[in-house]
């Protein structure tokens, strides 16, 4: 997974306010768009959307395990929640 490793717990990170560990700039800014970055990233979804494959290196809308650095998502759906969260399921009787 991409988000997994490389951006798991990490801060937000935007072009005013870096968090992240880069030590070369603000991985914010450099890749146009704010996101939990370590030092850069290996998925970025609010990065610019370049309509599909690009030459501009990671600055694109992606997800590295589905497309390269060089390649736009189309669309993307992000679903946050807590790292203690747990799915319970209820059995009912049939009759």
């Given amino acids: 997974d991409s988000m997994i490793g490389s951006h798991n717990n990490k ?18 800014d450099m890749y146009k768009g704010a996101w939990w970055y ?3 990233h290996s998925s970025n979804l609010n990065g610019l959307y370049l309509r599909g494959i690009h ?8 997800w590295y395990s589905f497309t390269d650095h ?3 998502l189309d669309t993307t759906e992000m679903k946050i929640r807590p790292t203690n969260f747990r ?7 049939t009759p």
């Fill in 11 to 28: 801060k937000f990170t935007t072009k005013d306010k870096d968090n992240d560990i880069h030590k070369d700039g603000n991985c914010a």
């Fill in 38 to 40: 370590g030092s850069c």
């Fill in 55 to 62: 030459e501009r290196h990671a600055k694109g809308v992606h």
């Fill in 70 to 72: 060089n390649k736009s």
């Fill in 87 to 93: 799915k319970s399921f209820v059995l009912t009787k």
